[in-house]
């Protein structure tokens, strides 16, 4: 007889989805990257829905009413801190969860926090750090402070498994 888990569901916007753990909005310019994190968090049990850029992005919101949002920030027409300066401005918006998954540079990451940015994830992207970070945002734990340099992998492996790791 097979195991299975069975997945408690929380009170999200995505209460209707069978399984979702909530919604998640994903924005990058890169179709590949946006198919990746897309992949990596549906495997976990996430709704996804995605967007090209930040004006996307802010046209959706809205609509879909993410749980969690995710932004590049070099992207095309509006970058990823000036839709989350617009996100955060918004009373509408300003409580959602925002990670940048980008190079974080030193500049992105100061340029992300004074803009309200919750997280950050660089790029290479390890997929088991992407839905650590998206699970910690979407339950309301709060951001993630811990510099990026103080991290290490969960457990050594990269991504064991996951879509775009090497085991995966």
């Known amino acids: 007889m097979a195991k299975t888990r069975t997945r408690l569901l929380r009170s999200t916007y995505s209460q209707g989805v069978s399984g979702a753990y909530g919604r998640v909005l994903v924005v990058d310019d890169n179709k590949a990257i946006r198919q990746l994190i897309r992949v990596n968090l549906e495997l976990e049990g996430f709704e996804v829905v995605t967007a090209a850029d930040g004006v996307e992005c802010l046209d959706l919101v809205h609509h879909i009413c993410p749980d969690v949002i995710t932004l590049d920030v070099v992207m095309p027409r509006l970058d990823g801190i000036q839709t989350a300066t617009r996100l955060r ?13 980008s190079a974080c540079t030193s ?12 997280a950050f994830v660089a790029k290479p ?6 839905v650590r970070v998206v699970h910690r945002l979407a339950r309301g734990r709060g951001p993630l402070t811990a510099p990026l340099e103080d991290r290490s992998p969960l457990d050594g492996r990269r991504g064991a498994g ?3 790791s090497a085991a995966g």
Do not use: K, N, Y
């Not at 401005?89 to 998954?101: E, F, G, I, K, M």
């Not at 500049?107 to 919750?118: C, F, I, K, L, S």
């Not at 992207?125 to 992407?130: A, H, T």
């Open 125 to 130: 992207f390890d997929p088991e750090e992407l």
């Open 162 to 164: 996951r879509a775009g």
């Open 107 to 118: 500049e992105e990451v100061d340029a992300g926090a004074a803009a309200g940015v919750d």
């Open 89 to 101: 401005s918004d009373p509408r918006t300003s409580h959602l969860p925002v990670a940048v998954v």
